[in-house]
């Protein structure tokens, strides 16, 4: 635990300052063929300030947590911020103002396994595998988890502290057929620490046996036939739409630099059964799989409405770039490490349910594709993308087909979402995402399954 009192060192403060502690704890096991490849526990920790003067930022850190430190960063920071705003032409305005108190910790309160115990785990796990799906080629067990606790103050007054675990299991599986091999993951855990989120390995052994069916469906696959096709994307590809090539285009610091929603606010950008949130901490009553209450700057987490009814209604902010559009704050700053400043992040992204079934959406399409899992993928600030997919069935008369081989889909996200005619009554989260802008942090995604028209890739 690293809450201590911060208030002490407030008397330092000569401008705008954020002081934030933070602990970021690392497990990570990994099983191949049944032997331990990967066994290790880490812990990176310190504390950083920063300040804000006259549109220039100063920013400081040190892995030492005491009172020596606390104080040499501060002042620091404010040294840095002087001396950059003695550089700037032309007067910025003040920061809006927000104060946010908040205290959520979703650590266990369970007594905590051991490392052997974790490695047990992972042992039951690789040994059904084994003994129930003996022609895989290799088979990867992964554990991770990580916990991320922080502990800031600013001087408007915020003070926060937060404790947010995350613990994943990674298994994929590899079958050979006809010298040719077949790959296909699966991700399973979510918001908590192992304690929580893993009890019984059998617990697991249903969704493997799903899994390792999927996988024998794609040695006996087809090609995709390419073009622009009806398809209906699953939460998990729906979700990293929603996140990837619509989410980042509408983060204000992107948008500042150009992005191609600048252009597009309060117009129409997608069907009107479309409403994408970046959701703060809670979704249609449940718990985030990354739950912010207080962002990294003190304000206090809003969800943001990006897209509502079709419309685009909504950029997410952190305090500069609300300054500069004159928007209100959204708490979306955000900071992985104690060595990094908090930038503008998404938090849980997703597409809100609609009020068709999923049955019924693979029932009107009379060719077509039904897309479940993603690999890779990139976009860009246009709004263009292209995703790999690993996973996916042909849609035939309204029904499903045979599995596809490996392919992948692109377009342009606003272009897309304006073909959506049916979204699905369901909504699920996709447990691991993790998003690499700049600097590598844990977001949500996810949603319904949404029913649109795409560019497939073919053989």
């Known amino acids: 635990m ?99 108190k908040d205290e959520k910790d979703f650590g266990t309160n369970k007594p905590r396994k051991t490392q052997k115990e974790l490695i047990a785990f992972l042992q039951k796990i690789d040994d059904h595998i084994q003994e129930n799906y003996s022609d895989l080629t290799s088979r990867t067990v992964v554990l991770s988890n990580l916990d991320m606790e922080k502990m800031l103050i600013t001087s408007e007054g915020s003070e926060a502290y937060s404790n947010t675990p995350r613990t994943i299991l990674y298994v994929t599986m590899t079958l050979t057929e006809d010298e040719k091999p077949y790959e296909l993951y699966e991700i399973y855990g979510g918001l908590g620490q192992f304690e929580d989120v893993f009890d019984d390995p059998t617990d697991l052994f249903a969704d493997l046996a799903k899994q390792y069916k999927h996988l024998k469906n794609k040695t006996i696959a087809v090609y995709a036939s390419a073009g622009y096709k009806d398809v209906i994307l699953d939460a998990d590809l729906a979700g990293i739409l929603a996140h990837e090539a619509v989410g980042h285009t509408t983060e204000g610091d992107l948008v500042k630099g150009g992005s191609v929603a600048g252009d597009f606010l309060n117009e129409k950008v997608a069907s009107e059964l479309v409403t994408l949130v970046d959701f703060a901490h809670t979704a249609l009553g449940e718990q985030c799989p990354v739950p912010v209450y207080v962002d990294d700057e003190g304000t206090k987490a809003e969800d943001a409405v990006i897209i509502e009814d079709g419309v685009l209604k909504k950029f997410m902010h952190n305090k500069e770039t609300a300054l500069h559009f004159q928007h209100p704050t959204t708490g979306n700053a955000r900071a992985y490490g104690f060595y990094d400043e908090p930038l503008i992040r998404m938090r849980n992204t997703a597409i809100l349910p609609g009020k068709s079934k999923l049955e019924d959406m693979i029932a009107s399409i009379d060719d077509g594709y039904y897309l479940m899992k993603s690999s890779n993928g990139q976009a860009d600030s246009t709004s263009e993308f292209m995703f790999g997919v690993v996973l996916g069935y042909e849609i035939k008369n309204g029904k499903l087909g045979k599995a596809i081989k490996d392919t992948t889909i692109s377009g342009i996200a606003f272009d897309v979402l304006k073909t959506v005619t049916m979204i699905s009554d369901d909504m699920s989260w996709s447990c691991a995402g993790m998003c690499g802008k700049k600097q590598t942090i844990p977001v949500g995604m996810g949603g319904p399954a949404i029913k649109c028209k795409i560019n497939i890739g073919g053989k």
């Open 2 to 100: 690293i809450k201590q009192d911060l208030w002490k060192y407030a008397e330092n403060f000569c401008n705008y300052t954020e002081l934030r502690v933070q602990e970021n704890r690392n497990i990570h096991l990994a099983m191949v063929n049944g032997d331990l490849m990967g066994n290790s526990r880490s812990t990176q920790s310190g504390v950083s300030a920063r300040v804000y003067k006259n549109g220039a930022w100063g920013f400081a850190s040190n892995p030492e947590i005491n009172d020596d430190a606390i104080v040499k960063v501060i002042n620091l920071a404010n040294d840095n911020a002087e001396f950059l705003a003695t550089k700037n032409d032309e007067p910025k305005g003040e920061l809006p103002k927000t104060t946010a």
